[in-house]
């Protein structure tokens, strides 16, 4: 049914929000190895928020020497796409070419859902340079799928060879997915993918749903292992494909001892549905916001969930972490008045 | 009273145009564009400016000649807007990104610039955060690396703000670098669809180890604000100056002045209040 299904492995970029960037280069260098002997053919490293997110704002990456290791199984593993999350507004050109140097060639250029042509530069850049370009949109719940597909679209026009719709809050549910592939396919010529997180338990079945009508692609971590409540469970999705007779060419049991591998490394960050994730997916807030959500929340003790709905009311979208500040603060002031 | 001439007839120099007709000591002589019957010509033309359709030459061919033009074009027009006026031994203020020359930030080093034959304005926004910065490195000597990330609507960013997004970064943060003395900057660009549109919002942030005194950096902070708002009416903090874990933040947001471009496009009042403050004191 799906034979040119591509999983695409973002752990050790997603997973980044969770551990607040404290991948180490060996943990990558054993992950890599390990992911590589489960067939994965695709993954993706770095800061969460991807190159250039190295930052006093969005978390600094505690071992800056992680991209040096990923090189040597960048050259290793001839056959390994390595890939980049690329967000204009944080990375430049410079990014770009310097992560070229340490082996990466697939550069996901994404942004907010509404503003594709930021990436446009970016896109033509990475292209003439001979690399492997896709286009991401981001927190694609807060548009109607017609738009989202103008959108991709004008991607498409830049030169991405493939678009993927992020559910960056976990906040879309199986019908919409359905319908935005559609829309996203009607218009498309390049093939679609989808990047599920698990806010609202609807991981697997909005990744069935993309799958079901027509994507291509689909993004998962082991363990389900990314920001906020996490994303789609890698091990998990390939069993169930398994079950129903799909040939993946990934081995489950090597995943399944790849989840593990992330499950005694990370015992502390590993991703739970909790009522706060619930509300993020709810209120279509960006899932990587959690610690500093809980962070400003105890700083000027306001209560996380107000903090939440207040962040969904003014529609802040992935990138602004300052505004979880200054919406804590203006919580703060108001609670002081009354 | 200070003859100028305005070069581009989009957004900046439109919005440029009322700010120096409201302006006691500035008149302003001709207005250029490149297309005869496009919006900026018109709305010049209706405030009874003399216009041109012929770019800078337009502008120094005509009998009345200007002291200072003021080139809203971009960078990749600026060089040769520059050479002309150099010719013509007329001074230019530079509203593009390409950094030929003095980068100026009036509260910071208004005075240096001034002898300068081209004085660049730096970027959008590029003047107010700048100013932040400044206050910062003024009560903290010693202070390495500082972090800025502004915050626009997508209704302010035109197709040029949209294209330009890495080199922005690149000359903000050289810019900034060179002119504190800082060697460590990084600069943040966000784009927000968000309805109604947000007023422009820069965060500054910094290692909280690197901040000797708090309340002298707020002091500090605050002196610079007032200095600034004498000029841009529309700067005001936001957050004010705390710290979250290892970082210290500070935030103010800028509300433009709704002369030709919504009040929410703070970014592009901001550089426009800068030119203006220069064209008055030269």
């Given at each position: 049914?799906?034979?040119?299904?591509?999983?695409?492995?973002?752990?050790?970029?997603?997973?980044?929000?969770?551990?607040?960037?404290?991948?180490?280069?060996?943990?990558?260098?054993?992950?890599?190895?390990?992911?590589?002997?489960?067939?994965?053919?695709?993954?993706?490293?770095?800061?969460?928020?991807?190159?250039?997110?190295?930052?006093?704002?969005?978390?600094?990456?505690?071992?800056?020497?992680?991209?040096?290791?990923?090189?040597?199984?960048?050259?290793?593993?001839?056959?390994?796409?390595?890939?980049?999350?690329?967000?204009?507004?944080?990375?430049?050109?410079?990014?770009?070419?310097?992560?070229?140097?340490?082996?990466?060639?697939?550069?996901?250029?994404?942004?907010?859902?509404?503003?594709?042509?930021?990436?446009?530069?970016?896109?033509?850049?990475?292209?003439?340079?001979?690399?492997?370009?896709?286009?991401?949109?981001?927190?694609?719940?807060?548009?109607?799928?017609?738009?989202?597909?103008?959108?991709?679209?004008?991607?498409?026009?830049?030169?991405?060879?493939?678009?993927?719709?992020?559910?960056?809050?976990?906040?879309?549910?199986?019908?919409?997915?359905?319908?935005?592939?559609?829309?996203?396919?009607?218009?498309?010529?390049v093939p679609v993918g989808f990047h599920a997180h698990n806010n609202l338990h609807a991981a697997v079945a909005n990744s069935f749903a993309a799958l079901a009508a027509g994507c291509q692609s689909i993004d998962a971590c082991a363990r389900g292992y990314g920001a906020g409540a996490g994303n789609l469970s890698l091990e998990a999705f390939v069993a169930l494909l398994e079950k129903d007779g799909h040939v993946t060419a990934l081995n489950v049991k090597e995943l399944i001892a790849l989840a593990a591998l992330v499950e005694n490394q990370f015992t502390s960050s590993l991703p739970i549905v909790d009522s706060l994730s619930t509300a993020s997916g709810f209120h279509g807030v960006f899932s990587g916001f959690k610690p500093k959500i809980l962070e400003a929340a105890a700083v000027y003790k306001v209560e996380a969930m107000?903090?939440?709905?207040?962040?969904?009311?003014?529609?802040?979208?992935?990138?602004?972490?300052?505004?979880?500040?200054?919406?804590?603060?203006?919580?703060?002031?108001?609670?002081?008045?009354? | 009273?200070?003859?100028?001439?305005?070069?581009?007839?989009?957004?900046?120099?439109?919005?440029?145009?009322?700010?120096?007709?409201?302006?006691?000591?500035?008149?302003?002589?001709?207005?250029?564009?490149?297309?005869?019957?496009?919006?900026?010509?018109?709305?010049?033309?209706?405030?009874?400016?003399?216009?041109?359709?012929?770019?800078?030459?337009?502008?120094?061919?005509?009998?009345?000649?200007?002291?200072?033009?003021?080139?809203?074009?971009?960078?990749?027009?600026?060089?040769?807007?520059?050479?002309?006026?150099?010719?013509?031994?007329?001074?230019?203020?530079?509203?593009?990104?390409?950094?030929?020359?003095?980068?100026?930030?009036?509260?910071?080093?208004?005075?240096?610039?001034?002898?300068?034959?081209?004085?660049?304005?730096?970027?959008?926004?590029?003047?107010?955060?700048?100013?932040?910065?400044?206050?910062?490195?003024?009560?903290?000597?010693?202070?390495?690396?500082?972090?800025?990330?502004?915050?626009?609507?997508?209704?302010?960013?035109?197709?040029?703000?949209?294209?330009?997004?890495?080199?922005?970064?690149?000359?903000?943060?050289?810019?900034?670098?060179?002119?504190?003395?800082?060697?460590?900057?990084?600069?943040?660009?966000?784009?927000?669809?968000?309805?109604?549109?947000?007023?422009?919002?820069?965060?500054?942030?910094?290692?909280?180890?690197?901040?000797?005194?708090?309340?002298?950096?707020?002091?500090?902070?605050?002196?610079?604000?007032?200095?600034?708002?004498?000029?841009?009416?529309?700067?005001?903090?936001?957050?004010?100056?705390?710290?979250?874990?290892?970082?210290?933040?500070?935030?103010?947001?800028?509300?433009?002045?709704?002369?030709?471009?919504?009040?929410?496009?703070?970014?592009?009042?901001?550089?426009?209040?800068?030119?203006?403050?220069?064209?008055?004191?030269?």
């Open positions: 049914m799906t034979p040119n299904l591509l999983l695409y492995d973002v752990t050790l970029r997603d997973g980044s929000h969770a551990n607040q960037h404290g991948f180490t280069s060996d943990f990558c260098c054993t992950y890599i190895d390990r992911a590589y002997a489960a067939g994965i053919r695709y993954i993706e490293v770095g800061h969460g928020n991807g190159l250039g997110g190295c930052s006093l704002h969005i978390g600094r990456l505690k071992d800056p020497d992680l991209w040096e290791a990923v090189a040597t199984k960048a050259s290793k593993y001839r056959d390994l796409r390595i890939g980049a999350h690329v967000i204009p507004g944080l990375a430049t050109f410079k990014d770009i070419d310097i992560a070229i140097k340490n082996g990466v060639n697939v550069f996901r250029m994404a942004c907010h859902c509404t503003e594709a042509d930021t990436t446009e530069t970016y896109i033509d850049y990475a292209a003439n340079l001979g690399q492997e370009v896709w286009g991401l949109l981001m927190m694609s719940h807060m548009i109607k799928p017609d738009h989202l597909a103008r959108e991709a679209k004008k991607m498409e026009s830049y030169g991405a060879s493939r678009i993927v719709f992020l559910d960056s809050a976990g906040a879309l549910t199986p019908l919409m997915v359905s319908n935005i592939t559609h829309e996203l396919r009607e218009i498309l010529e107000d903090l939440i709905a207040a962040l969904g009311q003014s529609q802040v979208i992935a990138g602004q972490e300052d505004q979880i500040i200054a919406s804590a603060s203006m919580l703060a002031q108001q609670a002081d008045l009354t | 009273m200070k003859r100028v001439a305005i070069l581009g007839s989009g957004n900046i120099g439109c919005d440029l145009l009322v700010k120096c007709q409201e302006a006691e000591s500035v008149e302003v002589v001709s207005f250029a564009g490149r297309h005869a019957n496009s919006k900026g010509l018109e709305f010049a033309a209706r405030r009874g400016v003399s216009i041109t359709d012929r770019s800078i030459e337009g502008i120094l061919d005509a009998k009345a000649t200007p002291d200072i033009v003021i080139d809203c074009t971009s960078a990749a027009h600026h060089n040769h807007n520059y050479a002309l006026c150099r010719q013509y031994g007329v001074q230019i203020i530079d509203m593009t990104p390409s950094k030929l020359g003095v980068a100026c930030c009036p509260v910071v080093n208004l005075d240096h610039c001034l002898g300068a034959d081209n004085i660049n304005m730096i970027s959008c926004g590029g003047p107010g955060i700048n100013t932040y910065c400044f206050a910062f490195k003024q009560a903290n000597p010693y202070l390495e690396y500082i972090e800025i990330v502004s915050t626009i609507s997508s209704a302010s960013a035109g197709p040029g703000t949209r294209k330009n997004i890495s080199q922005y970064i690149t000359s903000t943060q050289q810019a900034i670098a060179g002119i504190l003395g800082i060697k460590g900057v990084k600069v943040i660009i966000n784009i927000t669809p968000a309805i109604p549109p947000i007023h422009m919002k820069t965060s500054v942030l910094v290692n909280a180890e690197d901040i000797s005194s708090q309340s002298e950096t707020k002091t500090t902070i605050e002196a610079v604000e007032v200095s600034t708002r004498a000029y841009v009416p529309g700067y005001r903090k936001s957050v004010d100056l705390k710290q979250l874990g290892s970082k210290i933040m500070y935030q103010v947001q800028v509300t433009g002045s709704g002369h030709y471009l919504p009040a929410y496009a703070g970014n592009l009042d901001i550089i426009n209040c800068a030119a203006l403050e220069v064209i008055q004191r030269l």
